[in-house]
């Protein structure tokens, strides 16, 4: 079968769903940070700014800063209740209503009487937002703090600014737990930039979709219509019954991993068409696929599941 993130109608775009302004702790004006993603050549952005009270519970309006070529999604960072290390839940919720009621979160730590993480994150859901839980190798979240989040539709598995400041950047661990756990979720790559160190234009999401408009484009994130970057590009993907066909920007390795410690790999030298055959990948229920650079730069799709 052809992977219905390549399938889908429409193009991809270029987006980062992970961005902070002055509005919290970041460095730069709302407008500002939409100029330099625009100027980057990004087609749209998130501005996610952290939802709590120190910071007036901000969900930023972008839309002043929206262009012919160029389009924002609203959204924030929520926080509310304590994860299993003690640590207040940071959740990203992209698409949220301006009007969002606040979490009683007045800082950075977990108060008395709070909603619990997993609670924010439906309702965040229920408004109509695209859940994902944030920068989980950062934040030092267990596996039980992630399977709590049933409302989730991804798992963040690169954050540009955890690697440029903590070097803590991954959640591929768990996704592929909670995937075993039969849970049908997808996954992002962001930059979670704020402009006070090297941690923007370095992870983002290649989403699918007929316009460039907020809603289009949360109904692609919503349908999984996406694969997340560093730098590779990926045309397209056919799960065949014995192995995966894969076009792509040049690559010197692409893997595919699957439920365990099932991986297969095919490794050369600017291949673009590259055939891997499943092997142990084979008896997985699911898949999911890497494309890595010369220069050690990734790509990733969304898993697929036979039963679908």
Sequence with gaps: MQDPAFTAPGRFWRGNLHTHSNRSDGVLTPEEVCRRYR??????????????????????????FRANDFTTILGAEVHSGAMGNGELWHILAVGLPGDFAPSNSPHFSPV????TGPELAQRCRDAGA???????????????????????????????????????????WHLDRL??????LT????DDAHFSEPDHFGGWTMVKAETNTPDALLAALKAGHMYASTGPMIHDVTWGERSAVVSCSPAASVIVQG???ATSAVHGSAMGQVEVPYNRVADSDWMRLT???AAGKRAWTNPVWKAD
């Excluded at 008395?112 to 909603?115: A, D, H, L, V, Y």
């Excluded at 963040?156 to 400041?165: I, L, M, R």
């Excluded at 996954?187 to 962001?190: E, H, S």
Aim: proline share 3%; hydrophobic share 40%.
């Design 130 to 172: 695209f859940v994902a839980i944030a920068h989980p190798e950062w934040g030092g979240l267990s596996l039980a703090d992630a399977r709590s989040i049933e409302a989730a539709h991804a798992v963040e598995v690169y954050n540009h600014g955890c690697q440029a400041g903590a070097d803590r950047a991954e959640g591929f």
């Design 187 to 190: 996954l992002c790559a962001t």
């Design 291 to 293: 494309v890595i650079d």
């Design 112 to 115: 008395e009487g709070m909603e």
């Design 259 to 261: 439920r365990g410690s």
């Design 179 to 184: 995937l075993e756990e039969d849970r049908k």
């Design 39 to 64: 100027e980057e050549g990004y087609d749209f952005i998130a501005l996610t700014d952290h939802f709590i009270g120190l910071y007036d519970y901000p969900i930023v309006d972008t839309v002043p």
